[in-house]
Structures are given as structure tokens and as C-alpha cells.
């Protein structure tokens, strides 16, 4: 794609975010609901990857899921963490997922919740991401969408960002126009810059059309725990087939 090329065109990639099964299955031990099964039947349901998010306390998603995963998963593997601790980095280096999202989560932190400073953390982004990029493994870094950070992280090395949502999400019934302005900022420059775009958090049913219509060059949504709540009353299949229409330009 030329520099600086807008595109409407792009596919977007929907990636389902699965630390809510295993949430469900840990709270009462065994294997039920069983996680690499919904992986797999979340692909055979139209999802184009399957992310994970393993934590230190592996309170949803166990390192051993992730060797599980590898095995069988088709799509793409999207692997998220904070790269400071050595245990997820060698995680991600043994399973060689197709990406890796890196995240600035402070241990125990319940979600996702800010990115990354980028000017701050320069030095260690470019030395972690080319660790990974020397393996062969598609890095994605965590953002918001604030313009100093978006210049910063192209000069990581990393090959995409992800745009924290969570802000959109809160205005958007309020209203929508000022709630992605911001969105469409960072999006304009990630585009100059030769980065590629996805997104994710509190990304839904009711919000999600539009993000996608109206950011240009969006690669790919990672969405996990809105997704698994509508699909209780949708079910799993429907859910994700409705998820995908959303992204239909």
C-alpha cells in the first residue's frame, strides 16, 4: 500500500478474544466449557483469530492454553501480555503465534486499560519488538489515540497499533461524531506512517459498525467480552456471524 493511502476496501479482521472462557471454565475447575473446542468452533463460526491474553496469575487464560492453542488454531494466533515479564516473552517466542500485541498492564490489573507511553518506553519497545520480529512474529503495540504517541510508536519498529477503544465506547451514545473524532486523528497519521491499524475494548454490537465505517484502514478488531455476553442470549454462532456483518463497509 502507497504511504499515506486511505482505504475503505480493507477487510477487517475479526478476532475473538477468549479469556472469558476460560474464566468460565476455571471458576469451577475440570475443563467445561472447553476452551480449545470454542476456539475451534469460534473459527468454524466465521472468526477470522482467536486472542488470548495470559497473565502472571493465569486467572483466565493458562500459559499451558496457549501450547493447546497453537496446535490446532487455523486463523491467526494473537497473542497479548506485557513483555516485561520474561515468562510471557519466552511464551510467545516458543509458540510463534502469528502476531503479538504487547500491553502495558501492571501486574494484577484487572484489564486493559491505557497504552503504552511511547516516547517513554522507546528504548525497550525497540529492543523487545525486534526480539520478536526477529522470529517471524507480527507485533502490534497497545496506543491511544493521541498524535505524540502514534509518531512515537512508528519508530519502534512495531508493524501495527492497536487503538484503545474504551473512550469511543463511553461517548459514543452520547455522540458518536466527537467520540471518534479523535480515532480518525490517529488513524489519519498511523496511515502516513506506514502503520497498520486495529482496535479493540468495549468494542460491541451497537458501536462497532460505525467505528468500522469510518476508520480507514482497519486490519482487525479484537473483541472477547462483549462478544461472549451477547452470545449468551444469541448464541455463539449467530453472535459471531452478527459481529462480522458489523464489519461489512
Request: aromatic content about 8%; overall charge neutral; glycine content about 6%.
Amino acid at each position: 500500500m502507497l504511504k499515506g493511502y486511505f482505504s475503505f476496501s480493507t477487510m477487517t479482521k475479526l478476532s475473538v478474544n477468549i479469556n472469558k472462557i476460560a474464566t468460565l471454565r476455571n471458576s469451577r475447575g475440570g475443563n467445561n466449557p472447553n476452551l480449545v473446542k470454542m476456539a475451534l468452533d469460534a473459527e468454524r463460526f466465521g472468526a477470522e483469530g482467536i486472542t488470548v491474553h495470559p497473565r502472571p496469575d493465569e486467572r483466565h487464560i493458562r500459559y499451558q492454553d496457549v501450547y493447546d492453542l497453537k496446535k490446532v488454531i487455523t486463523t491467526e494466533l494473537n497473542i497479548e501480555g506485557n513483555p516485561t515479564e520474561n515468562k510471557f516473552v519466552r511464551l510467545v517466542l516458543v509458540n510463534k503465534p502469528t502476531q503479538v500485541t504487547l500491553v502495558p498492564d501492571a501486574e494484577g490489573q484487572l484489564t486493559s486499560n491505557h497504552g503504552w507511553d511511547t516516547i517513554k518506553y522507546q528504548s525497550y519497545l525497540k529492543e523487545t519488538i525486534a526480539e520478536f520480529k526477529s522470529a517471524g512474529i507480527r507485533v502490534s503495540i497497545f496506543v491511544d489515540p493521541v498524535q505524540k504517541m502514534i509518531e512515537a510508536a512508528a519508530t519502534t519498529g512495531t508493524d501495527r497499533i492497536e487503538l484503545y477503544t474504551e473512550a469511543y465506547a463511553l461517548q459514543y451514545h452520547t455522540d458518536r461524531e466527537l467520540a471518534i473524532k479523535s480515532y480518525l486523528e490517529a488513524a489519519a497519521i498511523a496511515v502516513k506512517l506506514n502503520l497498520g491499524i486495529n482496535a479493540g475494548h468495549d468494542l460491541d454490537l451497537h458501536n462497532l459498525a460505525y467505528f468500522a465505517k469510518q476508520v480507514p484502514n482497519l486490519l482487525e478488531v479484537s473483541i472477547g467480552h462483549a462478544l461472549i455476553c451477547d452470545s449468551l442470549y444469541l448464541g455463539f454462532e449467530n453472535t459471531i456471524q452478527l459481529y462480522k456483518n458489523q464489519l461489512k463497509r
